[in-house]
């Protein structure tokens, strides 16, 4: 433990990949909780072990309808095995019984009830001692081809949701976050993304979270967004300065509003399953394809433009959806998942 002296921020591992992208016709099958429970808390590097696991609120992983009777049976059952809970999704899209944050008054309804709903589960886990830190996450629900067929009021609209979710978020102590990803209609690109963030205008309550499988695709400008690439057409992504240059007009973009964090791969291109668009595809950390140098990139979202650590944020997570089934069942992949995640903390962490 010596030669790994910081405590923060505290590594968590994402329940979620057992969930996403798996389940649906033709889609492998779900991993369940308990099992990503298990594997999450065997992983040991050097001594050090996971503190923690974020969690997706959608059944069969956590039920968005649970009781709270429900809800103190999964407090103990993560702290039972050493974990803490930080971050939890919010099931705000169509398929799991949201709506678009741009769409009409009942689609903006289902969201913001999802929303409610998400932030009343987080709040209870945290009156439970189970969840001392960590956000709930939203995005819009909406597609960037549907977002481009009205960009400017479809942006509005969002904005308008996004404003009545602080309100619920504000009513129970929570904070939200806002996942850029290129599959989501108003946060497709980098440029979009911090106008949004803007136009919302609630700093306080709505922040950004920054995965750096997702983000990095920000650099390329995939789907709707072309417009909005910071690296030209044909750029060496083996080239690490170039990443470097590109990372640093993004996350001088986005870091002020960053308020939670995803460790991840990239190998520079885009990847979905189920019924899950094609996003930034997550990599194994020592990938011989990734494009990312994992410990020393993540310094750009962890460090502000002086060099100091930011403290922004209580706890990081590794973020590997879509990941294969048999890639997840291997004790290996946890630990060098782990091992990746100690080597950020290293880095940009801090002791308290």
């Given at each position: 433990?010596?030669?790994?002296?910081?405590?923060?921020?505290?590594?968590?591992?994402?329940?979620?990949?057992?969930?996403?992208?798996?389940?649906?016709?033709?889609?492998?099958?779900?991993?369940?909780?308990?099992?990503?429970?298990?594997?999450?808390?065997?992983?040991?590097?050097?001594?050090?072990?996971?503190?923690?696991?974020?969690?997706?609120?959608?059944?069969?992983?956590?039920?968005?309808?649970?009781?709270?009777?429900?809800?103190?049976?999964?407090?103990?059952k993560v702290r039972a095995k050493g974990l803490?809970?930080?971050?939890?999704?919010?099931?705000?899209?169509?398929?799991?019984?949201?709506?678009?944050?741009?769409?009409?008054?009942?689609?903006?309804?289902?969201?913001?009830?999802?929303?409610?709903?998400?932030?009343?589960?987080?709040?209870?886990?945290?009156?439970?001692?189970?969840?001392?830190?960590?956000?709930?996450?939203?995005?819009?629900?909406?597609?960037?081809?549907?977002?481009?067929?009205?960009?400017?009021?479809?942006?509005?609209?969002?904005?308008?949701?996004?404003?009545?979710?602080?309100?619920?978020?504000?009513?129970?102590?929570?904070?939200?976050?806002?996942?850029?990803?290129?599959?989501?209609?108003?946060?497709?690109?980098?440029?979009?993304?911090?106008?949004?963030?803007?136009?919302?205008?609630?700093?306080?309550?709505?922040?950004?979270?920054?995965?750096?499988?997702?983000?990095?695709?920000?650099?390329?400008?995939?789907?709707?967004?072309?417009?909005?690439?910071?690296?030209?057409?044909?750029?060496?992504?083996?080239?690490?300065?170039?990443?470097?240059?590109?990372?640093?007009?993004?996350?001088?973009?986005?870091?002020?509003?960053?308020?939670?964090?995803?460790?991840?791969?990239?190998?520079?291109?885009?990847?979905?399953?189920?019924?899950?668009?094609?996003?930034?595809?997550?990599?194994?950390?020592?990938?011989?394809?990734?494009?990312?140098?994992?410990?020393?990139?993540?310094?750009?979202?962890?460090?502000?433009?002086?060099?100091?650590?930011?403290?922004?944020?209580?706890?990081?997570?590794?973020?590997?959806?879509?990941?294969?089934?048999?890639?997840?069942?291997?004790?290996?992949?946890?630990?060098?998942?782990?091992?990746?995640?100690?080597?950020?903390?290293?880095?940009?962490?801090?002791?308290?």
């Open positions: 433990m010596a030669n790994h002296p910081n405590n923060f921020p505290k590594l968590h591992n994402a329940a979620w990949p057992g969930v996403v992208g798996k389940g649906s016709p033709g889609a492998e099958p779900i991993i369940p909780l308990d099992k990503m429970l298990d594997l999450t808390a065997a992983a040991e590097v050097d001594g050090v072990k996971f503190d923690g696991v974020d969690l997706f609120l959608f059944a069969p992983h956590v039920d968005i309808d649970a009781s709270d009777d429900d809800l103190k049976k999964l407090a103990d803490a809970i930080g971050s939890v999704v919010a099931p705000v899209w169509p398929p799991t019984g949201g709506g678009s944050a741009a769409g009409d008054a009942a689609e903006r309804k289902k969201f913001l009830a999802q929303v409610k709903k998400g932030c009343r589960i987080a709040r209870k886990l945290r009156e439970l001692g189970a969840r001392p830190y960590g956000i709930v996450r939203i995005d819009s629900a909406t597609g960037p081809a549907d977002w481009a067929t009205d960009p400017a009021g479809n942006t509005k609209r969002i904005a308008e949701t996004f404003r009545e979710s602080c309100t619920i978020a504000d009513d129970h102590g929570e904070r939200l976050a806002a996942e850029g990803e290129i599959c989501w209609g108003g946060m497709h690109s980098w440029r979009e993304m911090a106008k949004l963030l803007e136009m919302v205008g609630r700093p306080k309550t709505l922040g950004f979270q920054a995965d750096m499988a997702h983000t990095m695709l920000y650099l390329l400008g995939y789907n709707a967004a072309p417009e909005d690439a910071i690296l030209p057409k044909g750029a060496d992504l083996k080239d690490k300065k170039v990443l470097d240059e590109g990372l640093k007009v993004l996350t001088k973009a986005l870091r002020p509003w960053t308020i939670d964090m995803h460790v991840a791969q990239n190998d520079g291109t885009v990847h979905g399953s189920g019924t899950h668009d094609k996003t930034g595809r997550h990599c194994l950390p020592n990938d011989p394809n990734g494009k990312l140098d994992i410990a020393r990139h993540a310094g750009f979202w962890m460090r502000d433009e002086k060099g100091n650590v930011t403290k922004a944020f209580k706890s990081i997570c590794w973020d590997g959806c879509m990941f294969p089934n048999a890639v997840m069942m291997k004790p290996e992949t946890w630990n060098s998942i782990l091992a990746a995640s100690i080597a950020v903390r290293d880095a940009h962490g801090w002791r308290a």
